[in-house]
């Protein structure tokens, strides 16, 4: 149904001070800082996990070598979805409205889409411990305490016990990147970079991890804080719906955190020829997800 001139007949009062819209500031783009972005050509993206060899064996003077081969673990598929919405103003009502709130229309489309994106990247961030639908290659959640090794054993990247942000909370976090193993079960080097916090938790992070800080934070006996030479940063992330929720990454090169552009946002606009109503549209097409859940550490909080 297209916007008419009854729908919006208060913004034809020439005695109409002000027009409030929701024309709000919105937080510069979160989820290129988190995922790697990467584009596609096809329906859907797919990656397959393989343990590669394992360790040197010892070999007897004059006796044969032993032969490994790697070992094929589950594929992960990203299909990219498609989401659109648009918009349609009779021209009755695109001339008569003298505060121009129909020309904003287009701007607030934009603002849609980018909501849009951060959003559904964020339902991935909180499904981080029950799964859900946004699953890696092993079918574990993202932080888990069982992720199956393809040689036998597992891994586990949260706190058994979840737990608030805190010195102790963090040192053991990043204990646990740092002693991660392939599914090989060999040693990985990989060390937190990054602490995602929520707004609510940024005090605590900013205390915790300030470069001026040099006494650890929360005591009262002088003693060094161990974060200060580590290059350790935080992020606040607006996009968790639970507060307590904080993540450690390592480096993007080093975790497996993604997003695909099958289409980046098309914005386009047509008129009606029978109605003459103007007609905007958006269209995009993503996928996001992980295959695999080394360099990342969390907990849902306590």
């Known amino acids: 149904m297209a916007t008419t001139t009854a729908a919006f007949s208060h913004l034809l009062a020439p005695g109409l001070r002000k027009v409030f819209f929701d024309e709000y500031k919105t937080w510069p783009e979160e989820y290129s800082k988190i995922a790697t972005v990467e584009s596609s050509s096809r329906a859907y993206e797919e990656e397959l996990v393989t343990a590669g060899l394992g360790r040197f064996e010892r070999k007897p003077e004059g006796t044969s070598l032993i032969y490994d081969d790697p070992i094929q673990g589950d594929k992960k598929r990203y299909t990219h979805v498609t989401f659109a919405l648009g918009f349609r103003v009779s021209r009755e009502a695109w001339q008569d409205d003298l505060y121009s709130v129909m020309k904003k229309?287009?701007?607030?489309?934009?603002?849609?889409?980018?909501q849009t994106v951060e959003l559904e990247f964020g339902s991935m961030i909180d499904d981080a411990f029950a799964g859900g639908t946004h699953?890696?290659?092993?079918?574990?959640?993202?932080c888990a305490t069982d992720h199956p090794l393809l040689v036998g054993g597992t891994y586990q990247n949260r706190p058994t016990v979840h737990t608030d942000l805190g010195v102790g909370a963090l040192r053991s976090s990043l204990e646990r990147i740092?002693?991660?193993?392939?599914?090989?079960?060999?040693?990985?080097?990989?060390?937190?970079?990054?602490?995602?916090?929520?707004?609510?938790?940024?005090?605590?992070?900013?205390?915790?991890?300030?470069?001026?800080?040099?006494?650890?934070?929360?005591?009262?006996?002088?003693?060094i804080n161990a974060f200060r030479d580590m290059n350790l940063g935080y992020m606040v992330y607006h996009f968790m719906s639970d507060s307590d929720m904080w993540f450690t990454l390592a480096q993007k090169s080093e975790h497996d955190i993604k997003f695909f552009w099958r289409q980046k946002p098309l914005f386009e606009?047509?008129?009606?020829?029978?109605?003459?109503?103007?007609k905007f549209s958006g269209f995009m097409r993503f996928s996001y997800g992980f295959t695999d859940w080394r360099g990342v550490d969390g907990s849902s909080g306590g």
């Not at 205390?207 to 002088?222: C, G, H, I, R, V």
């Not at 020829?273 to 103007?278: E, L, R």
């Open 105 to 114: 229309m287009s701007k607030e489309l934009a603002m849609s889409a980018r």
């Open 135 to 142: 699953l890696g290659a092993d079918g574990k959640a993202l």
């Open 178 to 223: 740092e002693l991660m193993v392939s599914e090989r079960g060999l040693p990985i080097m990989t060390f937190g970079s990054t602490v995602i916090v929520s707004p609510t938790f940024q005090w605590v992070a900013k205390e915790m991890l300030s470069p001026k800080t040099e006494f650890a934070p929360y005591t009262d006996e002088n003693q």
């Open 269 to 278: 606009n047509g008129d009606d020829f029978d109605t003459k109503d103007a």
